[in-house]
């Protein structure tokens, strides 16, 4: 084979339209190994066949070009080590990308199959939830923020409550914190202890109230939860029933039970207005 091959032999050998091999030369992706400066020919080497045919399925993996090039520059840069283990980086974390997204797409079609299925229906029941002991974390999430403040107030509790509680944590949310992106919310986990001395100023004891709800209880990740959602507030609009402007959301097997989202169970209570009055937020002990 010849040391240098015109852009069309390299073209019929990669099976890459010359176009393509332009603009990867023009996004120094791909740099022939000479350029006639007289006619701009393009001269590649039989040695580029395998990074061509590389970079071709990257891009067709949508690999961006900043990581591409981070990678040819580790791979160029020899067979050492720490070249290997730079490449393998960007690799790794692309593919852990193409893996999210690949799991995202499935439980997205999973979805519209079940809001196309005219016959598919979410369990919904009219429940009363009895009185609740509870340490406590109440906060206004900010607009745009993400989902630390749980975490923040999680670890909180658990510092307060010293051990595994036997019942399930939960939350109280007020539905602009869904609707707008910002509202008020209160974590809580169930406790029959007094609140320890020392426990995080953030922390507080509560005692919920008892209170009637829409429940529904949510199988899986949390990805088509506005399905429960609307199972519940769709149940109390057809049966005229007021809402609390409250959901309350108990986590009976969550992320701290098991990192299989497939096993999560959430149970989604959507709140109703009592006939004496709105129920409290929150109810200090």
Do not use: C
């Not at 097997?253 to 207005?273: F, I, N, S």
């Amino acid at each position: 084979m010849a040391d240098r091959l015109t852009i069309g032999e390299f073209s019929r050998i990669t099976h890459l339209s010359i176009r393509m091999l332009r603009r990867y030369h023009e996004q120094d992706l791909l740099v022939p190994v000479e350029v006639d400066p007289a006619t701009g020919y393009r001269y590649y080497a039989p040695a580029q066949v395998r990074p061509a045919l590389t970079i071709r399925r990257f891009r067709e993996l949508d690999l961006p070009l900043a990581d591409l090039r981070r990678f040819l520059e580790a791979e160029s840069a020899g067979k050492g080590e720490a070249g290997h283990d730079a490449a393998q980086q960007v690799v790794a974390a692309h593919l852990r990308r193409l893996e999210d997204r690949l799991g995202r797409t499935q439980r997205a079609v999973q979805v519209l199959r079940e809001l196309l299925d005219p016959e598919a229906e979410r369990t919904v029941s009219l429940e009363v939830l009895s009185p609740q002991r509870v340490l406590a974390v109440s906060l206004d999430v900010p607009p745009g923020a993400d989902l630390s403040w749980y975490d923040d107030a999680m670890r909180a509790l658990d510092a307060a409550a010293g051990h595994r509680p036997v019942l399930p944590p939960g939350g109280r949310y007020e539905h602009r914190l869904f609707t707008e992106g910002h509202g008020r919310a209160t974590v809580y986990l169930p406790a029959e202890a007094s609140l320890p001395p020392g426990a995080p100023a953030i922390v507080r004891e509560l005692q919920l109230p008892r209170r009637t709800a829409v429940v529904a209880t949510h199988s899986g990740p949390h990805d088509d939860l506005d399905l429960t959602y609307g199972a519940v507030g769709s149940f109390a609009a057809q049966n005229g029933l007021r809402s609390h402007d409250l959901v309350e959301e108990v986590y009976l097997v969550g992320p701290r039970d098991t990192d299989q989202p497939d096993r999560w169970r959430t149970l989604v209570a959507w709140l109703l207005a009592s006939d004496t009055g709105p129920y409290p937020v929150d109810t200090h002990v």
